[in-house]
């Protein structure tokens, strides 16, 4: 069984803005539908309304979506707090060794 190569400093750090630029990328996405999302209450209240549900049953079907969306959100907001430490981290990591090896 061959034994795994180590990652080096710069793939990690490669790694981690990749990982940085996508959870913006999905942080700015749910943000901007979230927006929409409210700025849209009224009518999609009513599109539901014209599937027959009475104007309680389609508030209560926007609310349930919009809080299900803006815990989707939440757990987005957390993974991108979690790639910015991870990057900073490494980046840090990296200065600190290059120091030590210029020392």
């Given at each position: 069984m061959a034994t795994p190569s180590p990652i080096l400093p710069s793939d990690a750090?490669?790694?981690a803005a990749d990982r940085l630029a996508s959870a913006r990328r999905?942080?700015?996405r749910g943000?901007?539908?979230l927006r929409q999302l409210r700025r849209s209450r009224i009518t999609i209240i009513n599109?539901?309304?014209n599937t027959g549900l009475t104007y309680v049953q389609a508030r209560a079907k926007y609310d349930r979506c919009l809080d299900e969306q803006q815990r989707l959100?939440?757990?987005t907001?957390?993974?991108l707090s979690y790639a910015e430490r991870l990057y900073g981290?490494?980046?840090a990591?990296?200065?600190l060794d290059e120091q030590k090896k210029a020392a």
């Open positions: 750090l490669r790694q999905t942080f700015e943000e901007r539908g599109s539901l309304r959100h939440q757990q907001t957390h993974a981290t490494l980046c990591q990296i200065n």
